[in-house]
């Protein structure tokens, strides 16, 4: 499974996520006019140029230029979570059985995204976080069973049961 972050993974992206959020308006013949889709609105050129620098994986051209930095996906194997460039540059991972818990946290200006990060702890300390997942619980869900199912294999295989 791959993801790829929002526009929530970055602090100006939670900036402005925090600012679409307000709901201070009025309605106009039943259609809400808030602060929020006024802001929304205003910064369409500003998250258009956001949005491409987090999918475009080169600079000036998608296969030839300069690598960028910002481009990169979150991808779930058989054996761990994987922080990539689009093009196979691996950044960071965690194996599937160095964590026991996965929880979701929602910064400010991630709620209007419905995205979150993922923390992947191993007792109490921190082994892994991935920024701005897109419907977090989904892909935490995914990651839980991978890791669940990798376990159990590994389990079996000091057993004796498995080859």
């Given at each position: 499974m791959?993801v790829?972050p ?6 100006f992206g939670r900036?402005?996520?925090?600012l679409?959020?307000?709901e201070?308006?009025?309605?106009l ?17 500003f ?14 051209g998608?296969v ?8 990169r ?5 058989n054996r761990?979570?994987v922080v990539?460039?689009p ?31 993922l923390?992947f702890?191993?007792g109490?300390?921190e082994?892994?976080?991935i920024w ?5 619980e989904?892909?935490r869900q995914?990651c839980?069973?991978?890791?669940m ?15």
């Open positions: 791959t790829w929002s526009l929530s993974a970055t602090g900036f402005w996520g925090r679409f959020a307000i201070a308006g009025f309605r013949f039943g259609v809400p006019i808030t602060v929020g889709r006024i802001m929304a609105l205003v910064s369409i050129p998250m258009l140029a956001l949005y491409f620098l987090m999918r475009l994986p080169r600079f000036p998608i030839i230029g300069f690598a960028n930095p910002f481009c996906t979150y991808r779930l194997t761990r979570v990539e460039n093009f196979g540059g691996e950044l960071k991972a965690v194996t599937l059985d160095r964590f026991d818990s996965i929880e979701v946290v929602v910064e400010p200006g991630q709620v209007w995204y419905k995205a979150g990060d923390v702890r191993q109490a300390t082994t892994f976080r701005g997942v897109p419907r977090p989904t892909f995914t839980w069973k991978a890791h199912s990798y376990i159990g294999v590994q389990k079996a295989k000091a057993a004796g049961v498995a080859v």
